[in-house]
């Protein structure tokens, strides 16, 4: 049996992962939780889940309060204010901290021994308060971001080769936001040579990349099918045992020279959560923009606390 809560289940995010993972039936249950004012938004979010997944799916949606999450094994947390156009990610933090706070003291009054998969920006900062200040072991606190950038990485590679975006494995490391770092070295192409990129296209995809969830924000108001998939990734991974390496936020201690930051690296992951931060060879400039990455982190940490 495996239950599934989100927190922010009446927003864009929640809602449309919970909504791909009841049609996935991926989990036995889901609980929707969301703020009071929104309890009618949250239960018909629940029964329009329901009804999408009757054909294909077991998973049980239902919409309930923080004692309903009791015995979760993986708390999704997509609560906060969204990004509008003209903010950055690291706008939100003060906001957004305050708005984890009081769900993760809600959590704890129900739960003890559960996985938690945060997508709620700035992402890195707060998957880290998360760990430091709830007390978690950091195997068990995710942030969500590497996975959607690498989504959109692999999209940008396969407009520019021509080459279907399945075909091409390409992760990004680092922070969600603006120092993130493609690891070009480890660009793969199904049935192809690996490409080889000069310095001038690095620059111009890096470029493309930091900009592209702006402009869906800009079309569409919100980013919400690119995160929902992803974060049904890491839950599939999770719940099936599967020891899938996923580009997450993590907290590190030592792992690539780093530490007491959460930022994204390979990560596995199986029912027991981050199973081991894997180390891949790095070229020295995709190691040098990682440690800067680190370094940022660390100084808006430092403005947080
Ligand atoms: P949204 O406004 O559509 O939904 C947020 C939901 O959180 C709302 O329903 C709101 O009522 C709820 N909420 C606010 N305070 C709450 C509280 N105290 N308890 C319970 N629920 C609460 O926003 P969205 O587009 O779904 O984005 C949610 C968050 O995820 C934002 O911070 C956004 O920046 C982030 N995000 C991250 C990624 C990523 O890759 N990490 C991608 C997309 C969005």
Request: proline share 4%; aromatic share 6%; hydrophobic share 35%.
């Given at each position: ?5 989100i ?5 864009t ?5 919970g909504?791909?993972l ?18 009618s ?8 889940t329901?009804?999408?997944?009757a ?7 239902y919409?309930?309060?923080?004692s ?21 990610r690291?706008?939100?933090t ?6 984890l706070?009081?769900?993760f003291s ?16 700035p992402?890195?900062?707060l998957?880290?308060?998360v ?6 072991p950091?195997?068990h606190?995710?942030g ?43 660009v793969?192409l199904?049935?192809?040579p ?7 296209e ?24 690119g ?23 993590a ?9 007491d930051?959460?930022?994204g690296?390979p ?39």
């Amino acid at each position: 049996m495996h239950k599934v809560s989100i927190i922010g289940a009446a927003g864009t995010v929640g809602s449309s992962v919970g909504y791909q993972l009841a049609t996935q039936s991926l989990v036995d249950e889901i609980v929707y939780v969301d703020i009071p004012s929104k309890k009618s938004l949250t239960i018909g979010q629940a029964e329009d889940t329901n009804h999408a997944a009757a054909y294909t799916s077991h998973t049980n949606v239902y919409s309930g309060n923080y004692s309903d999450t009791e015995n979760s094994d993986i708390i999704i947390v997509t609560a906060g204010k969204p990004r509008q156009p003209g903010q950055t990610r690291v706008d939100l933090t003060s906001v957004n901290r305050t708005i984890l706070d009081s769900i993760f003291s809600d959590i704890s009054q129900y739960n003890d021994d559960f996985i938690s998969i945060i997508t709620t920006n700035p992402v890195d900062l707060l998957n880290r308060h998360v760990c430091d200040f709830e007390n978690r072991p950091r195997e068990h606190v995710i942030g969500f971001g590497g996975v959607l950038d690498s989504s959109r990485f692999r999209y940008t590679l396969s407009k520019k080769l021509d080459v279907p975006a399945n075909h091409i494995k390409a992760t990004i490391l680092g922070e969600h936001g603006d120092s993130q770092v493609p690891i070009f070295s480890h660009v793969n192409l199904l049935n192809k040579p690996t490409p080889v990129f000069s310095p001038d296209e690095k620059s111009s995809i890096l470029s493309d990349l930091k900009e592209s969830a702006m402009c869906v924000i800009k079309q569409k108001g919100a980013t919400q099918w690119g995160p929902a998939s992803g974060v049904c990734h890491l839950v599939k991974s999770i719940v099936e045992n599967s020891h899938s390496i996923f580009p997450c936020s993590a907290v590190l201690n030592g792992e690539y020279g780093i530490s007491d930051v959460s930022l994204g690296v390979p990560v596995r992951l199986g029912s027991n959560g981050i199973e081991e931060i894997v180390e891949w060879d790095l070229t020295s400039e995709e190691t040098d923009a990682l440690t800067q990455s680190a370094i940022k982190l660390a100084s808006e940490y430092q403005l947080l606390s």
